[in-house]
């Protein structure tokens, strides 16, 4: 199974908690306050930044935990790691969609619209895009 192709979606229960969102009424957030997040560090709420946007992962405790298959996400800028399929540890520092191929920015679609439709958004960072979200 490869993050490239996106099967692994299937394993990502629906959960359509953002509907009718207002991302410009969000708070804006850094990688500064993820990192500083202590509810992480109690295994209480687990956030990720994909395109701007900070999503709760929390539900899929497993995977986004230590030794688990995204072990290395939280608290990252993720959109990079998830374009180019890959869960190493380097990708997932790297952020942002500077020099993505169009196959990866493809690839990048498909994972923001499963997050958006699977994991409920808390905040934004000032590298979101105000026209971005749309139901």
């Given at each position: 199974?490869?993050?490239?192709?996106?099967?692994?979606?299937?394993?990502?229960?629906?959960?359509?908690?953002?509907?009718?969102?207002?991302?410009?009424?969000?708070?804006?957030?850094?990688?500064?306050?993820?990192?500083?997040?202590?509810?992480?560090?109690?295994?209480?709420?687990?956030?990720?930044?994909?395109?701007?946007?900070?999503?709760?992962?929390?539900?899929?405790?497993?995977?986004?935990?230590?030794?688990?298959?995204?072990?290395?996400?939280?608290?990252?800028?993720?959109?990079?790691?998830?374009?180019k399929g890959s869960v190493s540890e380097l990708d997932a520092r790297v952020g942002g969609e500077s020099g993505l191929t169009d196959r990866e920015k493809e690839n990048l679609e498909r994972?923001?619209?499963?997050?958006?439709?699977?994991?409920?958004?808390?905040?934004?960072?000032?590298?979101?895009?105000?026209?971005?979200?749309?139901?």
């Amino acid at each position: 199974m490869s993050l490239a192709d996106g099967n692994l979606p299937l394993l990502i229960p629906p959960n359509p908690v953002n509907q009718d969102l207002d991302i410009m009424r969000l708070p804006t957030m850094t990688l500064a306050d993820l990192t500083a997040d202590d509810e992480y560090e109690s295994g209480a709420r687990i956030l990720v930044v994909l395109k701007g946007l900070v999503f709760d992962v929390t539900g899929m405790k497993e995977a986004f935990s230590p030794r688990g298959l995204f072990e290395f996400y939280p608290k990252n800028d993720i959109t990079y790691a998830l374009a180019k399929g890959s869960v190493s540890e380097l990708d997932a520092r790297v952020g942002g969609e500077s020099g993505l191929t169009d196959r990866e920015k493809e690839n990048l679609e498909r994972w923001f619209t499963i997050f958006k439709n699977r994991f409920k958004i808390i905040g934004k960072t000032d590298q979101v895009d105000q026209g971005l979200y749309s139901n």
